[in-house]
């Protein structure tokens, strides 16, 4: 059993391909599609292998979107556990205008679904054995119950295992979080759960700790895209620059930043060399197309800069 579980309650398949032109009301022609299995801990579980390590992902998925984000993530031989729900899983798009170079993301909203279903997958959880981290990654649909990090972290303080979290601005607003290790918001995020309408400077770092002496999360890392992050605990602040690349896409690279950063941490790394791995795994998956997320011997070159920077 993989040390790392990853928890993705809005699973999705997503589909990309390119278009020479977008012009309304008239008949595109694309490039073949591309399928991919998506949702944030499901992308940071693919990222993980694909960084040589293992993850088992934890999903909600269901219909016959279900069962095609099913068979895509058995083609990559990822460790999963589907929790079935009985509702059509979610697609979303992603077309680039190669007239442009301008990249258009289309994404659907999950169909509600049943605290039981949620039930389920937290038993699963709980059922597990030699779990160290647990990461819940991505967006929350409609039925999920209001206490489902406060319940993760009962699990993860239980198994003495790490709850990582990294979840979009709706959810931060709308679900309590405490008891977390490590806590990835974006600057916008951050100002939200801290109370402040902007933040900039050594704001930041009062931020982060504002909501570390809070007990919401120990750690906190502050996702600032190109201009890579700041890693915050009681005792560290460090700023960690991004290396310079040619940028193809940025999706996926929050979710490999996060997957570098756990793969890290469960090989007894410290949390700096961590964060600086999390970011040469991020800044690895732009250099790919579509949603193929990182490259390992992108993340090892780009990690190896940053480290002689």
Known sequence: MPSIVTITLNPCVDISSSIDALKPEKKLRCAPLVYEAGGGGINVARAIKKLGGKALAIYLAGGNAGANLQSLLAAESLDSM??????????????????????????????????AICEQCIQALEKLNDVKYIVVSGSLQAGVPHDLFERLSAIAKQKQARLIIDVPSD????????????????????????????????????????????????????????????LVTRDIAQRFIAPLVKVKTTVGAGDSMVAGIVLYLSKDKDIKE???????????????????????EDAERLYKEMQKA
């Open 82 to 115: 589907l929790i079935e729900t009985g509702i059509n899983t979610r697609v979303n798009v992603m077309m680039v205008d190669k007239a442009t170079g301008l990249q258009y993301r289309f994404v659907t909203a999950g169909n509600p679904v049943d605290a």
């Open 171 to 230: 959810v931060i607003k709308t679900y309590p979080i405490k008891g977390v290790y490590l806590l990835k918001p974006n600057l916008n995020e951050l100002s939200m759960l801290a109370g402040r309408e902007e933040l900039e400077g050594d704001d930041i770092i009062s931020a982060a700790r504002v909501i570390i002496d809070k007990g919401i999360c120990e750690v906190v890392v502050v996702s600032m895209g190109a201009s890579g992050a700041l």
């Open 274 to 296: 961590a964060v600086r791995f999390g970011i040469a795994s991020g800044t690895a998956a732009t250099l790919n197309s579509g949603t193929q997320l990182c490259r390992l």
